[in-house]
């Protein structure tokens, strides 16, 4: 029922490409993108939904396939400010309702 | 700032007692979940509240119950701690939009330890 991030985690030069995944067993309605600095809470980025949706906040972008029950969280020429842990959500229901599920998370370090 | 409050910030229990966690959701937001995120996790659901009812629960024991109140603000109340319950408590609080999707915002947690 948890959806799995890979990979756990990445470590890279400031200006390089880093690509997270998160997949799901389940059907997905959507998935929601977070990430948590180090004793803060998670931050939400974005939301997909399905349809083959793909999103953009300045340089991170994020796609949904649906068929494959997939996310990807694309983050391009990454700043020092983009280190943390990120977090897929998706959505997974729960008594008959709809409640988020987060994956294990995938450690960023951006170094300089 | 996501205006989501949280109190309070950092609790010390000892096993066997209780313990009650508050937050206040954002302005306009009717729904709020709880989470724990032990180290290193991701956060697990817990149970969420909508307009006053449990609207959905995660794999935790009865120990574990909550409340909201007309304000939308919520508590978590945890009896009869054990030394697992220590975690980084979250809630979130949400609205769902005219599409039926909603954004979660989550506000700075609780750090709760138990000895």
């Known amino acids: 029922q948890q959806p799995v991030q890979s990979p756990q985690a990445v470590i890279l030069r400031e200006g390089e490409d880093a690509v997270i995944n998160c997949s799901s067993s389940k059907a997905l309605y959507s998935v929601h993108w977070y990430r948590q600095k180090h004793g803060e809470a998670p931050v939400f980025l974005m939301i997909?939904?399905?349809?083959?949706e793909q999103k953009g906040h300045e340089k991170i972008s994020a796609s949904f396939n649906e068929k494959k029950q997939q996310s990807s969280l694309y983050l391009t020429a990454s700043q020092l400010s983009y280190s943390g842990t990120y977090f897929c959500?998706?959505?997974?229901?729960?008594?008959?309702?709809?409640?988020?599920?987060f994956g294990q998370g995938t450690r960023l370090t951006i170094n300089p | 700032e996501t205006g989501v409050t949280q109190s309070p910030t950092h609790l010390i229990k000892t096993r066997g007692q209780q313990v009650t966690l508050r937050c206040s959701s954002q302005s306009g937001h009717n729904t709020v979940s709880w989470y724990q995120q032990a180290l290193g996790q991701g956060p697990q659901f817990i149970f969420q509240?909508?307009?006053?009812?449990?609207?959905g629960r995660g794999n935790f024991p009865p120990r574990f119950s909550g409340l909201q109140f007309p304000n939308y603000s919520s508590e978590l109340n945890v009896n009869a701690l054990e030394l697992d319950d220590s975690a980084l408590y979250l809630c979130a609080s949400s609205l769902v939009n005219l599409r039926g999707t909603y954004e979660q915002y989550f506000g700075p947690g609780t750090r709760l330890t138990v000895t």
């Open positions: 959500g998706t959505d997974t229901i729960i008594q008959g309702a709809q409640k988020l599920v």
């Open positions: 997909l939904l399905k349809g083959g």
């Open positions: 509240y909508y307009r006053e009812e449990e609207n």
